[in-house]
Structures are given as structure tokens and as C-alpha cells.
């Protein structure tokens, strides 16, 4: 949803409204940067209990097609092949000079790829993707307006997630996802996050059941004192995870910040 001044609203936006969230433009949307509890005591929750983020403003590209691992190969740089169903991986699209275009997350599934991007760069990603296709047959698809998207980030993250659903999330491993439900909701769950603390996100296909999942969620967080929270940067400082684009962008490479180790040079582009 797009509001008169131009900026894009999340399926959760009305509920960060009545929470009293305090919401600013961030990379087109509009998104809460605190909630009444405040931010310190935010980054605390996250730290020692559960918070659960608004995270569906990122981007999500969908690839499908006999080709989808040489293309997406092509455009990324890490090495898709390495990758097995239900496994997620840490990439990089690049220019031609090997600077970065984003950082990003490839998903594999039994008939597909996803690329997760980050959401001030979802158009710039876009066009980058599409204008490599050429001679590849795959079918792209820019699914990120269908996408709702929470994380549940924390200590107690994986006791909350669960009692919410059968998948079995002691043996999922970090950046490994597992498709079923949660709280009666169709979706996949990942294995990743953005704060360096054990947790997941939630891919609901179905955006308007986000209201749904957010309600549940934080009704059976309730024993581990849940509170949703802002994006506050310590914590991925912390954790030495880097953001593009103060971290990363157009004017450094991956040897530059430590991330060298993304880019396979013996895999096949095509």
C-alpha cells in the first residue's frame, strides 16, 4: 500500500500505529523506529528474551525456470549449486567491476530460487536482474508487494516459534528454512536474522494474513515478555554484520570489508 506522500506501508502498518510506534520514512517506506518502550530497552529485550520486527519492506525476487541456478550464478556471486533444498546463502550482486550492487539472501526450494534484497535498493536490484537474462531461460518474478515478512529475534526465540507449529526448529540449522505453519498460517521459516541472536523469519506468501500472525505471535510470546521493536542499529554492530549503504555499496568490492569469502571463482556462471 502506498500512502498520498509517496511512501509504501507494510501489512503491518496499522498495527505499529495503534502500538503507539513512532514511524518515519526509511528506504521508501514507512516504518516504526521505536515503540514506547524505548530503544534501549529494545536492544535489551532482543538481547535477553524475544522481540519480533516488521521486516516486509525487504525485497523478494523470485526465479523459477530450468536455468534459475545459471542465472542466478550469473548475477550473484557466491555459488548457488553449493546450495540444497531448504538451505538459504549469504551472496552479493555485483557490478562488472566487482563493487557492490547489494548484499542478499538466496533461498532454494524443491521448484525455485528466492533472492531477498534490501529495500531501498529493490528497484536498482530489479532492473540489474532483468537485463542479465538474456539467452537464459528462467521466468523472474518481483513478488516483494505480496510478501509479509516478521522476524522473531532472541534467546528464547526457537521455546516461542515452537508452540506455534510442528515444524521441528531444533533441528533446523542456521540459514536453513522449513515450509508448514505457524499459528495456523501457510509459511516458510528461516533460520536467519539481523541482530547476531538466534531466531527466524517468518516468509508469509500471503500478506493479509500478517495481522493474523503478528497477533498470535505476540499472544503466545507472552510468558517471555515479547515486545515488538525498532531496528536499532547496535545490534547488528554488534554483531558485526554489515548494511548497505554505510557498510557496503557502489564504491567497495567484497576483499575490501571482509566478505571475500562470498565470491566463488571456480563456480560456473552459466
Known sequence: MTTTV??????????????????????????????PTGITREHEIVRTGIGVFDVSHMGEFEITGPDRNAFVNRVTCNDVGALREGQAQYSAILTEDGTFVDDCLVYRFDDRLMMVVNASNIE???????NRKAGINVRLKNIS????LLAVQG?????????????NLATLGYYHFDTGQVAGIECFVSRTGYTGEDGFEIYLRDHTKGDALWDRVLEAGKPFNIRP???VEARRIEAG???????INLDTNPYEVGLGWLVDEAKKAD
Do not use: C
Not at 241 to 247: E, F, G, K, V
Open 241 to 247: 554484520i554489515l548494511n548497505y549503504p554505510s557498510d
Open 124 to 130: 536498482k536490484d530489479w532492473s540489474h536482474v532483468v
Open 229 to 231: 521493536t525498532g531496528p
Open 155 to 167: 534467546p528464547e526465540a526457537q521455546a516461542l516459534m515452537q508452540s506455534l507449529t510442528k515444524l
Open 6 to 35: 509517496g511512501l509504501k506501508r507494510t501489512p503491518f502498518y496499522d498495527l505499529h500505529v495503534s502500538l503507539g510506534a513512532k514511524m518515519v520514512p526509511f528506504a521508501g517506506f514507512e516504518m516504526p523506529v521505536q515503540y
Open 145 to 148: 508487494d505480496e510478501v509479509a
